[in-house]
């Protein structure tokens, strides 16, 4: 990915492959920096965690799916090390231990700008970075219960996706002037989904007369994605179901052995989502915040089966407060949804307009507009407002 040069600003992405979403939140910016700023920024992306961190920190984009995966375990994490003083005295605790992954990581990734979209880099970095740096713009790919280690008060703007998560910026100590509400940023062909149904439909082998039901556990195929699966088979509703397993190649396996009694496509890990959710009637999906605002794009009605502890309890909340879905934890009432949805469209048509009405799909052009004020080169801010020193 990288291709610095000595004239262009230089971006430094910092990620991790901890789930899906921040990668694909990074990839997203990229992309629309290429299209707002063609050939005039470069940019590099950095696995922090595998490249920099010690072990065993360094196997996190491994552990997290096992880790993820036991509720009561993520849940706990999420809960002792949330709340400012809690984030605090954690990271002064990891502090020893990551000194000099963060200083390493400084010098060999220079840069004129920081974009961070992981929670867990920012206070190591800004620490580290001192008073006077390249500006630091921190993405958050949350989208409601944001954590606390997203906010440091020396990053030069919080760009977040909701105004829950603007209002828990100011409450974490951010400058109101410094947060800035975007929308989550997704890769611009949701923003764009101008392919046609149909052809979609034709040449994926999907049938055209049935609604079809997009079942999916985010990049890592998480949650109970295969008794769901079951379930609704055993329904016999008259549907086409697509399962998509992401990177858990087991569930694919397992998925693929079974007999299914309607038209049904398992997909491992699929790389034209934005096809998938237009070609799709009703999106079944674990609270995933990239997933999700995906589906408002596509104006998917949406029903989460599960969610992670903590972390994902405020993208519930979300969707279900605004009535762009339902929370359905028990196979048994996504069944009991779809089969509403299904006999009775109109019912999911109007969840379906309340869902696109809460789509943001010119989110990831708006950072990259943010990133090129900041780099003086013109963009969302005004240069007075450009935000370089603290
Ligand atoms: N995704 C994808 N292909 C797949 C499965 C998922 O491109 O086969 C994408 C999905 O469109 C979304 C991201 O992976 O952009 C998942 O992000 P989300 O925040 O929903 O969940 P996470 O995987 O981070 O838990």
Partial sequence: M?????????????????????????EAIIEAINLEYPDQITYE??????????????????TYPPMARIPDVWELGYAISDGRRRSRAIMNLLWPYVKGAAL???????????????????????????????????????????????????SNLVVVPTESARDKAINYGIDPGRVIVAG??????????????????????????KPVVLLMGGG???????????????????????????????????????????PTFIYGFVTEMPNFMQAADVLVTKAGPGTISEGFIAGLPII???????????????VVEEHAGVWAPRPQQVVDTLTTWITRPEERLKVAQTSRSLARPDASRKIARIIGSQLNM?????????????
């Fill in 2 to 26: 990288s291709q610095k040069t000595n004239k262009k600003p230089h971006v430094l992405f910092l990620f991790s492959d901890t789930g899906g979403g921040h990668r694909s939140a990074a």
């Fill in 45 to 62: 992306m950095v696995d922090f965690f595998k490249k920099y961190a010690p072990p065993p920190f360094d196997k996190a984009p491994e």
């Fill in 104 to 154: 390493r990581l400084l010098e060999e990734h220079r840069c004129d700008l920081f974009l961070s979209v992981h929670p867990v880099i920012n206070t190591p970095l800004l620490r580290t970075l001192g008073p006077y740096h390249p500006p630091y713009i921190t993405v958050v790919t949350d989208m409601v219960s944001t954590h606390a280690f997203w906010y440091h008060r020396k």
């Fill in 184 to 209: 989550l940023p997704v890769a611009d062909r949701f923003a764009t989904m101008n392919g046609n149904r149909a052809e979609i439909r034709a040449r994926l082998g999907w049938p055209q007369d």
């Fill in 220 to 262: 890592e195929g998480m949650g109970p994605v295969e008794r769901t699966a079951l379930s609704i088979a055993d329904a016999h509703l008259d549907m086409t179901l697509v399962v998509v397993c992401g990177k858990n190649e087991g569930l694919k396996r397992r998925l693929e052995m079974v007999n299914w009694p309607m």
């Fill in 304 to 318: 989460l089966f599960a969610r992670m502890p903590g972390q994902e309890d405020g993208n519930v909340a979300y």
């Fill in 378 to 390: 013109g963009g969302e801010l005004k240069q007075s407002e450009s935000l370089f020193s603290d």
